[in-house]
């Protein structure tokens, strides 16, 4: 078995209601994301590839594309924009085009915090 994994960056607004503080969270900010993308399997054995980087970093794009420099508030399929439900939406968007989509994680480095999906048929 095989791993790979690639990664892209984003920055983004929202908003959030919270129970927490509750005031600055409904004010816009914005973090900075990262998002990591995993793929697991076996190489074809004619190409030598699990999956080509260059089909990965296109679908990536269409991503990072749509949520870079917006108002996540926005995006009318992504629900509060938390990193669960972005990394979720990353995975959704992904999904179809790539096959053996393992994982996928957000990263808010300035925090420490991150959030992994694998998608909705695992469980514990
Ligand atoms: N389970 C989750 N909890 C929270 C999330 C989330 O995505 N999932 N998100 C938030 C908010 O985005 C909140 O704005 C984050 O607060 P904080 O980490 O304190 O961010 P700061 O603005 O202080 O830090 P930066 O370094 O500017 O990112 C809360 N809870
Ligand atoms: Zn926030």
Known sequence: ???????FRFDAAHTLDRVIETETSRRIHG????AEVFVRGLPDPTTGMVVDLGLLQRTMEGARDALDHRFLDEINDLGPATMENLSRWIWNRLSPVIGNLHK??????SSGEACSYWGEEVVA
């Open 1 to 7: 078995m095989f791993e790979l994994s690639k990664q």
């Open 31 to 34: 973090h900075s994301y990262r």
């Open 104 to 109: 996928v994680t957000v990263y808010r480095d």
